[in-house]
C-alpha cells in the first residue's frame, strides 16, 4: 500500500516562504507524474503545479514565478517551494503520485498566509 507522507504546512506572514515536502513509502511501482493540489474553504480542488519523471513543470497561471516544484526519484519526493506568499494562496495543500495505474493522494497540509 502506497502512502503520501506531507510535511511544511504552517502560518507565514504575506510575502513569506513555506517549502512542502511528500515522500511515497510503499514501495510505488513506476511513478510517472508528480504534483501539487490546494483547496480553499469554498472552492474547488485545483492543480498548483505538477512535475512528469523527466522534469517537464507545469504551473497554475496564479502561481507563476512565485512556486518551484521539483522532485527527487531516488527519494520518491516532490517538494513545492513557495515564495511570496499571499493570504489568497491560504488552502490546504495535498500531493499526488500517480504511478502506471493507480494515483496516490495525500491527507493534506494547511497552509495559511496572514498577518
Known amino acids: 500500500q502506497v502512502q503520501l507522507v506531507e510535511s511544511g504546512g504552517g502560518l507565514v506572514q504575506p510575502g513569506g516562504s513555506l517549502r512542502l515536502s511528500c515522500v511515497a513509502s510503499?514501495?510505488?511501482?513506476?511513478?510517472?507524474?508528480m504534483g501539487w493540489y490546494r483547496q480553499a474553504p469554498g472552492k474547488q480542488r485545483e492543480l498548483v503545479a505538477r512535475?512528469?519523471?523527466?522534469?517537464?513543470?507545469n504551473y497554475a497561471d496564479s502561481v507563476k514565478g512565485r512556486f518551484t516544484i521539483s522532485r527527487d526519484n531516488a527519494k520518491n519526493a516532490v517538494f513545492l517551494q513557495m515564495n511570496g506568499l499571499k493570504p489568497e494562496d491560504t488552502a490546504v495543500y495535498s500531493c499526488?503520485?500517480?504511478?502506471?495505474?493507480?494515483?496516490?493522494w495525500g491527507q493534506g497540509t494547511q497552509v495559511t498566509v496572514s498577518s
Open positions: 499526488m503520485v500517480k504511478t502506471i495505474g493507480s494515483d496516490y
Open positions: 512535475i512528469s519523471s523527466i522534469g517537464t513543470t
Open positions: 510503499g514501495s510505488p511501482f513506476s511513478i510517472t507524474t
